[in-house]
């Protein structure tokens, strides 16, 4: 199971594109929202309703979780349970993606030190002994981030080849007219 949670604030294209590039791909991917209900507003409006609460994301299934940017990175920096999260993916070599802002979450848990990585232009700092790329998206090891809103979908088709396979994603890629 992949877990992309979700905050108030969240960069809307940062997480429903990638999410539907995973869903149409096979991927069982749930959305887990962080705030008092499953109702999740986006950095521009744009309410989505969370399959499930964050104390409901099944630690024992997990593959993957995706934290999306957008303002919303702040409250899930802020978040016990998000750490928690990602705490029990490192322990258990699950993998972690984040785009835009939230890889600065990632690098203040020193977990970039040494890794390719990209980011939103001005979280570099953040994101402590990091080798920023600059790239769409990188992948290094069970660590994958993408770099902002444009990025969204080579960070998703990132996402899908790590989770099935190359050829899985190159055929999405010309399904949806992407290439």
Same mark, same amino acid.
């Given at each position: ?31 887990? *929202?962080? /705030?008092?209900?499953? *109702?999740?507003? +986006? $950095?521009? +409006?744009?309410?989505?309703? $969370?399959?499930?609460?964050?104390? &409901?994301?099944?630690?024992?299934? /997990?593959?993957? !979780? ?14 016990? #349970? !998000? ?7 490192? $322990? ?11 890889? *600065?979450?990632?690098?203040?848990? /020193? ?13 570099? #700092? ?8 600059? #790239? ?15 990025? $969204? ?12 396979? #190359?050829?899985?994603? *190159? ?7 992407? &290439?």
């Amino acid at each position: 199971m992949v877990y992309m949670i979700l905050a108030d604030g969240f960069e809307e294209i940062e997480a429903i594109e990638p999410l539907d590039i995973l869903r149409r791909g096979g991927v069982d991917t749930k959305t887990a *929202s962080i /705030m008092q209900t499953k *109702s999740v507003r +986006g $950095a521009h +409006g744009v309410e989505v309703c $969370a399959d499930i609460m964050i104390n &409901e994301v099944d630690l024992d299934s /997990m593959e993957m !979780v995706i934290l999306p940017g957008g303002a919303g990175h702040g409250l899930l920096d802020a978040s016990n #349970e !998000v750490h928690a999260v990602i705490n029990h993916a490192v $322990a258990y070599n699950k993998f972690i993606a984040a785009i835009c802002a939230s890889p *600065s979450i990632l690098g203040k848990k /020193m977990l970039l030190m040494g890794k390719k990585a990209t980011c939103y232009p001005g979280f570099e #700092e953040f994101c402590y002994d990091a080798e920023m790329t600059g #790239e769409k998206a990188v992948r290094d090891g069970l660590i994958i981030t993408g770099k902002g809103p444009g990025a $969204a979908a080579d960070f998703g088709f990132m996402l899908l080849e790590t989770l099935k396979d #190359e050829k899985t994603a *190159s055929t999405l890629k010309k399904d949806m007219q992407y &290439e």
